[in-house]
């Protein structure tokens, strides 16, 4: 039993974080909880000599430190994810551009969106900001998904993480 919770303790971290990237959590959040499971992990680290069992526990334990250092350091999780929801965001943008309105809230690839802003004069709203797709709404500030080219970006900006040349990650301020 009690290897069995250490197990847990050791597994927690990185799949607790991976969970969170793919919420998706705007980018300052992920690195505090990342930070958050690198200090578990390393008391963890520090109290593992004191157990018996140091050989079995040592490199499962480096294992999930680099996971969670590399989901920090990447954003592998949220990467994957937009890379298998490209195809249903670019048919969004496309339904946008031809003047369909988009109905949300609704799931969009691995995504669910709370709130869909377009350029133009679709319902979706007037402006000339690019297409907007809000994961998270918020009256201080959303997150989502922008297609704009990152030069192009006039939002009050509180983290900016660039997904490719056209789709950009952000949280507004």
């Known amino acids: 039993m009690k290897r069995f919770l250490v197990w847990c303790v050791i597994a927690t971290p990185p799949v607790l974080l991976i969970l969170l990237s ?3 959590l705007e980018i300052f ?20 000599p004191a157990l ?20 920090i350091a990447f954003h592998w999780p949220l990467r994957m994810a937009y890379a298998f929801s490209l195809p249903a965001l670019e048919q969004v943008a496309q339904q946008v551009t031809t003047g369909e309105v988009v109905k949300a809230p609704r799931r969009i690839g ?33 997150t989502g998904f922008v297609k704009a080219s990152p030069d192009d970006l006039k939002f009050n900006l509180w983290s900016h993480f660039k997904l490719d040349e056209t789709w950009q990650f952000i949280s507004e301020d």
């Open 110 to 142: 691995l995504f669910r969106i709370e709130r869909v802003e377009a350029p133009g004069p679709a319902a979706n709203g007037v402006d000339h900001h690019g297409l907007r797709l809000w994961t998270t709404v918020h009256p201080y500030g959303n």
């Open 22 to 24: 793919l919420k998706p």
């Open 52 to 71: 018996r069992s140091q050989d079995r526990l040592g490199r499962p334990m480096i294992a999930s430190l680099l996971i969670v250092a590399f989901i």
């Open 29 to 48: 959040s992920l690195y505090f909880f990342g930070f958050l499971a690198i200090i578990l992990l390393s008391m963890l680290m520090m109290a593992v």
